[in-house]
Nanobody
Framework: QVQLVESGGGLVQAGGSLRLSCAAS????????MGWYRQAPEKQRELVAA???????NYADSVKGRFTISRDNAKNTVYLQMNSLKPEDTAVYYC???????????????????WGQGTQVTVSS
């Protein structure tokens, strides 16, 4: 099985920084894209940032210029550096691995998406 283990959340004052990490464990051939989503109370889950295996990135408008996503393909790990944090960034942040290719049987493979358990980020004003 594949597990996504997140770390780095916590409580920070407005203007501060946090760095989230997410490592995918298990036997993995490749991962197409990895990203971070967030969900605030009574709001829908939204994309924060994503990065493909080739390094192409995509950011929500609300975090452009403040957040940076990066990835270590050899370690199947994705990072989210969050600077100039605002109270409105408060949410549970979820790691996503899209298009994870794993071995299936002797010669086969399977592909699916995985989610982490979520890590709380709280920004106080």
């Amino acid at each position: 099985q594949v597990q996504l283990v997140e770390s780095g959340g916590g409580l920070v004052q407005a203007g501060g920084s946090l760095r989230l990490s997410c490592a995918a464990s298990g036997t993995i051939f490749s991962i197409n894209a990895m990203g971070w989503y967030r969900q605030a109370p009574e709001k829908q889950r939204e994309l924060v940032a994503a990065i493909t295996s080739s390094g192409s990135t995509n950011y929500a408008d609300s975090v452009k210029g403040r957040f940076t996503i990066s990835r270590d393909n050899a370690k199947n790990t994705v990072y989210l550096q969050m600077n100039s944090l605002k109270p409105e960034d408060t949410a549970v942040y979820y790691c996503n691995a899209e298009g994870v290719v794993r071995p299936l049987g002797t010669f086969g493979s399977s592909q699916r998406d995985y989610w982490g358990q979520g890590t709380q980020v709280t920004v106080s004003s």
